[in-house]
């Protein structure tokens, strides 16, 4: 795993072992008054986007483009595909086991499952959108196209980290570290799929 797998790791566990410190609860207060004050139709948009990134679109998402891939006869980058979403809802289900953080209190009605921390809909999108990016990012010739991807996945995951909490459904801290986790598996799944292209070279 690369440094930016690292450096994300780092930021899970920071998070996570902070948790119940007053400097989070102040960071996770302060969003959620920003995010109070946002125009209605934010929050219209915040429903929205709260479906695209359960866990059933976005394994179907996952599915689609892998079977394609499979199909044009990269099988290994459909492999990767699949780890990487599928793999991410399930370590945040365990995660979710383990550390059994409530909801917000008078959070939103759409259909949250399970407790609060990681954000399954920030670990999930990020870990899908992400493989997506570097699966394009490593195939572009031009360093513009390339960053334009990675800005792209940093505006589709900004979006992910400002809705949850505007619902109500998830303090900043869960979608903090739903993300930096979903980074650090997309980061140990390019290793995998790195050391599996290697090997078939040999």
């Known amino acids: 795993m690369k440094w930016p797998g690292w450096i994300a790791a780092t930021v899970f566990v920071a998070v996570a072992t902070g948790l119940n410190t007053p400097q989070m609860a102040a960071l996770d207060q302060s969003v959620f008054r920003g995010l109070?004050?946002?125009?209605?139709?934010?929050?219209?948009?915040?429903?929205?986007?709260?479906l695209a990134g359960k866990a059933l679109p976005t394994l179907g998402i996952a599915a689609l483009v892998a079977a394609l891939a499979w199909r044009a006869g990269r099988q290994r980058d459909a492999g990767?595909?699949?780890?990487?979403?599928?793999?991410?809802?399930?370590?945040?289900?365990?995660?979710?086991?383990?550390?059994?953080?409530?909801r917000p209190p008078g959070?939103?009605?759409?259909?949250t499952f399970g407790s609060s921390f990681p954000s399954g809909h920030a670990m999930g999108t990020t870990a899908l959108y992400a493989a997506l990016a570097w699966l394009l990012a490593s195939?572009?010739?031009?360093?513009?196209?390339?960053?334009?991807v990675w800005l792209a996945l940093a505006a589709w995951l900004t979006l992910t980290a400002l809705t949850r909490p505007a619902l109500g459904v998830h303090y900043f801290s869960d979608v903090l570290a739903g993300t930096a986790a979903g980074l650090a598996w997309v980061a140990l799944c390019v290793s995998w799929h790195?050391?599996?292209?290697?090997?078939?070279?040999?």
Do not use: T
């Not at 595909?81 to 945040?92: E, K, R």
């Not at 790195?194 to 040999?202: I, K, L, P, V, Y």
């Open 107 to 111: 959070m939103a009605d759409v259909g």
């Open 139 to 148: 195939r572009l010739q031009r360093p513009g196209a390339r960053i334009a």
């Open 36 to 50: 109070a004050a946002a125009p209605a139709p934010f929050l219209s948009f915040a429903y929205g986007w709260d």
């Open 80 to 102: 990767f595909l699949m780890l990487a979403a599928a793999g991410a809802w399930g370590v945040n289900g365990a995660l979710k086991l383990v550390v059994e953080r409530p």
């Open 194 to 202: 790195a050391r599996s292209m290697g090997n078939e070279c040999q």
